[in-house]
């Protein structure tokens, strides 16, 4: 059986698992809200918490409005840098391999709006901030919690760094050949 650790991250089940469930989760969301609420309606209609649904041909908080085929583009290239930033040996930590799929996966689910919509369909709305939407808080809570690991915690992104990579090293490197007595043989 292979350690998940030993292989890339794009050949592990937790990633694959969780980036499954971002984009399951998004896109089901987004369908629920544009086939119960009209474009601009709130529900409720007051309130800090609410749904409301919007369009949003730009990118996070509105920024770079009408920039479709140009943001979309940009979407392709974040996804594939994110798969070639992570492309690397295998990670050991679940956190840090569930933070990654959380990642593609928002990012993915993104970029399914824009490729098929032409905008992203945004609808959490929580008071003044920017009304947002499933896949912005997988790649929010993706970034956020690999930005701790990074900083609090960075032996955990190392695939080098676990005990069985360690466990392996020392013992290739304390192994002596069978027909060489070690110094308590020569007693």
Known sequence: MINPADRSWHGD??????????????????????????RGESWPDEGIFRATYVHNS????????????????????????????????????????IAIGMMIGGAIGNLLDRVRLGFVVDFIDVGPWPIFNMADSFITVGIATLAVITILFPDKLSPASSPASNENASDSEHTEPADIPSSEDAG
Not at 21 to 38: F, G, N, R, V, Y
Not at 65 to 94: E, K, M, N, P, Y
């Open 13 to 38: 089940s937790v990633v694959w698992l969780v980036l499954a469930i971002a984009i399951l989760t998004d896109q089901i969301t987004k369908a629920i809200i544009t086939s119960t609420l009209a």
């Open 58 to 97: 730009g990118t996070a908080f509105g920024l770079f409005q009408d920039q479709g085929f140009i943001l979309t583009i940009i979407s392709f290239v974040a996804v594939g840098a994110l798969i070639f930033f992570f492309r690397g040996g295998g990670i050991h930590s679940i956190i840090v391999r």
